[in-house]
């Protein structure tokens, strides 16, 4: 008996066991979302069913439930529950905000569902889930803010993802519009260029010649690969980097007329200061560099002597070259380009402009009739000038004499004893100035007795000039006309070097006391001995004759090999060489001049007298 119990209780155990089985596995869910593997942001729909082999389920609720860390997480958080609000319901929905589960991690969600006894318990999981809620972050490498650009403009960016990453298609979106003339130009999608780990570089090439010169707003959309719970693409969007550039193809306002401070094929030396007005209406002037080539001198003809930045000073742009002395900037003509660069790098170089460099001033001649004047005499002088007209004949070097610009002191005053320089000036057109000078001496007659006159033979003599000690020691040099001389002193004894004669090569010296005199063609050196011994006393040079006077040295020496000469009379006239005119002149006044002469004159009259008187007695 108890043995048939128990079969019978195992057999109805099997059977509810079998039952309970079969319902379980007839009784099937499916999630139709999420998807496994899927990529989503802000909101996700649940949509879950549930379906009875061999009866409807009368399901109380559906319950959600995630884990995440890793793949195959347990599902045991409660995300939100369904209820059921109809009889034997199959299919659940709802959308669920995830905005506050954190990013960039793997999720498993669970939808059981409940239909009030434990043992009627349903679930079917989702794994691999990945939440994202955070837009890329954009990095701008070019154009950067408020830059300037003109040809071909390269955007390029860098869009990092940590989270979801980014696709190669459709991830990025440059939109340029046009600030000054209003208009959306252009809505591109960029190019994947290169891709490393969780960031890609995108970029766009475009001609900015399509694009009139104004202000532009570059925004750059980037967007990840997270869906919505509608399906939607770019959720996660970054858009907010937005900024202004400058698309400039207009070269700036330059040309020739431009210049200041010089003008074309001008004069200048020293220092030059160059100036030009330059403008740009959208990018604005960047730099402005003077490019200076040579244009005649020797091994420079045609090149680059100079690429000089101006500086800004106030409306223009200027650089000051200083050209004196400077070994790159020789005398001779000079191009001068400016390269006026905007911030967009247009160039604009037409304007050019020649000028001459002159830093060589004329070369000056500065002469007088005589160095030496007596006080009264007249001097002359003069001056003039030449400039250099070096280099080719279309471009001569020189900047030319500029006569309006000689100065100079044409008769030098005589009127007292001393010596003066006395300079001369003169400009070129350029404005190089040279000077030439010339020194005067002005000295008294000679007058040894303090009487006037000349010494010995003052009726011949015009002019006698005193030499001093240390003068002819060292050499001194005068213009004498015919009949004029200097005098000096060998062994405290006065004598006199003397022009008799004249002619437009030679020239008659004469030397007394000792009367000595010798005819000296130009460039002769005569050595006179004067105190009756064997040693030569001085030299007289005769260095030059012009304007019918002789230019002569004399110079006291001391050299062996004279021939003694008569001792010096005690008064001295011209020898016979000086003319018969002062020859007689001093015989007479030496005649007069001797007591003898009277005492012999008186004896005769008194001869006279009484042979008168005894002739008559007879």
């Known amino acids: 008996m108890n043995r048939k119990v128990g079969l019978v209780l195992g057999i109805i155990t099997s059977v509810i066991a079998l039952s309970l089985i079969a319902y379980l596995v007839l009784a099937s869910v499916a999630v139709l979302v999420p998807m ?18 061999d009866a409807p389920i009368n399901a109380t609720n559906v319950t959600i439930l995630y884990g995440y860390g890793a793949a195959g997480a347990n599902a045991s958080t409660v995300l939100v529950v369904i209820a059921n ?50 837009p890329p972050i954009v990095t701008t490498l070019s ?136 403008h740009d209406l959208t990018a604005g002037i960047n730099s402005v560099y003077f490019n200076i080539t040579n244009k005649t001198a020797a091994g420079l003809l045609g090149k680059q002597v100079g690429f000089l930045k101006a500086t800004l000073t106030g409306a223009g742009y200027r650089y000051s070259l200083n050209a004196s002395g400077n070994t790159s900037y020789p005398d001779g003509v000079y191009n001068i380009t400016a390269y006026v660069n905007d911030s967009a790098g247009n160039v604009n170089n037409s304007a050019k402009i020649q000028i001459k460099i002159d830093n060589t001033g004329p070369v000056l001649t500065y002469t007088c009739d005589t160095y030496a004047p007596i006080l009264g005499e007249t001097v002359t002088c003069g001056c003039s000038g030449t400039d250099s007209a070096t280099g080719n004949a279309s471009y001569p070097d020189g900047s030319g004499e500029n006569a309006s610009t000689i100065s100079y002191t044409a008769s030098p005053p005589t009127t007292e004893t001393g010596t003066t320089d006395y300079t001369c000036t003169e400009s070129d057109y350029a404005g190089a100035t040279s000077t030439a000078s010339v020194t005067i001496t002005v000295e008294g007659n000679y007058n040894p ?26 050499g001194y040099t005068r213009q004498l006309s015919s009949k004029q001389r200097v005098s000096v002193k060998v062994n405290s004894t006065d004598h006199f070097v003397g022009v008799t004669a004249l002619t437009s090569t030679t020239a008659t010296i004469n030397v007394s006391s000792t009367p000595q005199q010798k005819t000296m063609s130009v460039g002769e050196e005569w050595k006179v001995e004067v105190t009756g011994d064997t040693y030569y006393d001085l030299s007289a040079k005769l260095n030059s004759i012009a304007n019918n006077k002789a230019s002569l040295t004399v110079k006291s020496i001391h050299e062996a090999g004279a021939t003694p000469t008569a001792p010096p009379g005690e008064e001295e006239g011209a020898t016979a060489g000086e003319g018969a005119g002062a020859a007689a002149a001093t015989a007479a006044k030496s005649l007069l001049s001797s007591v003898w002469f009277w005492v012999i004159v008186v004896i005769v009259i008194i001869a006279v007298i009484a042979f008168v008187v005894l002739r008559k007695k007879q």
């Open 85 to 134: 609000y109809s009889v034997n319901a199959t299919s659940f929905s709802t959308v669920v905000n995830i905005s506050g589960l954190p990013d960039a991690t793997t999720y498993n969600f669970t939808c059981m569902f409940l239909n009030g006894t434990p043992d009627r318990q349903v679930y079917k999981s989702v794994a691999n889930i990945t939440i994202d809620n955070t």
């Open 36 to 53: 496994t593997e899927g990529r989503y942001s802000d909101t996700i729909r649940f949509n879950c069913t549930i379906a009875d082999g």
């Open 449 to 474: 007795s303090g009487t006037g006159g000349a010494g010995g033979g003052e009726s011949y003599w015009t002019s006698t000039t005193a030499v001093s000690s240390e003068q002819f020691t060292a």
């Open 143 to 278: 154009p950067v803010p408020n830059g300037n650009y003109s040809g071909v403009l390269n955007i390029t960016t860098i869009v990092t993802d940590t989270a979801l990453g980014l696709t190669s298609n459709k991830s990025v979106f440059f939109n340029i519009t046009n600030i000054t003339v209003a208009g959306n130009f252009s809505f591109i999608n960029a190019s994947n260029i290169t891709a490393g780990g969780s960031y890609f570089n995108y970029s766009l090439t475009t001609n900015t010649s399509y694009y009139p010169d104004g202000t532009y707003a570059l925004h750059i959309y980037a967007n990840d690969t997270a869906s919505n719970a509608t399906g939607g693409m770019r959720t996660n969007l970054n858009s907010a980097t937005n900024f202004t550039f400058i698309i400039d193809n207009t070269i700036p306002d330059s040309n020739s007329t431009d210049f200041s401070g010089i003008v074309a094929n001008g004069n200048y030396s020293g220092s030059i200061t160059i100036n030009i007005s330059v």
